[in-house]
């Protein structure tokens, strides 16, 4: 009779605790319809990225163009009390390089000296510039939204050598250890922290950031 009476004592206490997230859930779900809606309307490409189902949609007049798995979350800090959201910066350990070739100067006229370094090509035929495409993006890099809400990405690296493997473990390693102090330093100054890590395979992550322009609007279902 006891054990019941304990089992009843445990369902009432929590249900009201269930019952107040589902409502949170609900009218977070209410906001996110409304801010689609008016994306939607806008016709340009905005990002839909859903922390509770692990996936990020690339999207426009609300119609999922792409979609990419983000199996391994992780969250430090309040969830934001924001749904939409303007990507401010982004930033990489190692930014994409675009080469640049040096035209040959017309006969009789000096080379014009270049603004920044230049990479000289081999034997150049003409002024050919090289595209950037998905393959030179970077798979770690930081995506800072405009209320400071910071999206790390990482990308897997479960077929690496050996020795990517364990600088990849130790990066993430690095963030669960490093990022509860800088909690406590923001919340100690009494300013608020909040970020998110997202692994991504390879080529997503590579994706992700080729097509994430900043200025670019986002939506952010919150776990």
Known sequence: MRFFLTILLVLL??????AADETADLAQTNRLLQAEYELAKSQQLY?????QTHRIFFRTSGV?????????????GA????????LAKKTAREEPVREQVLIPPAPGKEPEKPAEPVLEAKKPTGPVVQALEIADMPTEYVLQLDDDTLLTVHAERSE????TKLRWKAVRSSWFLTR???????RWHGSTYNEMSLTLPEREARMLYWSFQEGARCLVRWP
């Open 13 to 18: 206490l929590g249900s009201p605790v269930a």
């Open 47 to 51: 990002f839909f990225i859903d922390l």
């Open 64 to 76: 999922t163009l792409a979609e990419l798995p983000d199996p391994l979350p992780a969250q430090l």
């Open 79 to 86: 969830p934001a009390d924001g749904i939409a959201y303007t």
């Open 160 to 163: 690496a050598d050996t020795l």
């Open 180 to 186: 509860p102090l800088i909690s406590v330093w923001h």
